[in-house]
């Protein structure tokens, strides 16, 4: 559905029809620096083939708009530009990372955005960029930047937020007594999310990088701000491949650490499996009832036979326990 419409001219709102016609028809009679501003929330294919109609847009580019699930890109067409984006969004309690999707129209006189999913950042963008006229001047492609900027600083939240957690599961794999059965499922589940925020966060540099170096239908005057959001995400980035070789050196140690506990493990059991040998030999040994064996038929034969598996047993666990067997 139209979220909203709006007319602006010289970087302010000025009055024009809700329709979308007459908002257009307000804005070019404004003069050359007059744009209209189209918000639209998930759409239906009718609603975005009605708006597509009237501002000329290609039907390839409303298509994507409409299915969504767009890799990070930019598409350059006839009479507009088609941009696609990935929003993110994050809860540290249950851990996962949610994406949604941002396509910016833009064209001469119109930049119209489409919002999918409920993670999208741009709910208070636009009272904010009214209140920044000197920007909003340069027409559609300050609003362009504006999206982007907004979308690449909630990225900067989400890896902030899970910069966090991953050092929290740093600490729990170091800490003795800490590393549980679920640590590996923890440890892929955190891997998961990386590798979703780097779906939105990798393709889309190269897109920024086309729009900075100058694009039909962006003014000159907006690279220096597409320089910025692009130095932004290049370190949201750096810092996503980070946390993926921090995921991947806390699963080696927590295998190295699990690998190092089974070793102790059956240390252990060996140890026992000593000390109950040697009684079980004795036993054994004098468990064969043949006639002629020392001690056989002396009195003081049983006690001296039960002291004897004591005193080894003994001597092996004081061993055993020295050497941190036990």
Known sequence: MIVQCAAYCDGR????????????AAARAAGPDGFV???????TAEELDHVGEEFGLHPLAVEDAVRAHQRPKVEAYQGSLFIALKTLGYAPGAHVATVGEVMVFLGPDFVMTVRHGQDSPLGGLRALLEQEPELLRYGPSSVLHSVADTIVDGYM??????????????????????VGRDTAGR?????RQVMAV???????LEPMLTLEQGTRFVRPETAPYLRDVADHLARVNDQVDGMDRLLSDILNANLAQV??????DMRKISAWAALAA???MIAGIYGMNFDD??????PWGYPAVLVLMAAVCAVLHRVFKRHDWL
């Open 13 to 24: 709102r000025i009055e024009a029809p809700d329709d979308l016609a007459g908002a257009l």
């Open 37 to 43: 501003w189209i918000g639209l929330l998930e759409p």
């Open 157 to 178: 939240e989400v890896t902030t937020a899970l910069q966090t957690d991953l050092d929290e599961l740093e600490s729990d794999i170091f800490t003795p007594g800490r």
């Open 187 to 191: 440890i892929y589940g955190y891997k």
């Open 198 to 204: 780097r779906r939105a966060t990798g393709p889309l």
């Open 259 to 264: 690998s190092v506990q089974q070793n102790n």
């Open 278 to 280: 040697v009684p079980t």
């Open 293 to 298: 064996m020392p001690e056989l038929h002396q």
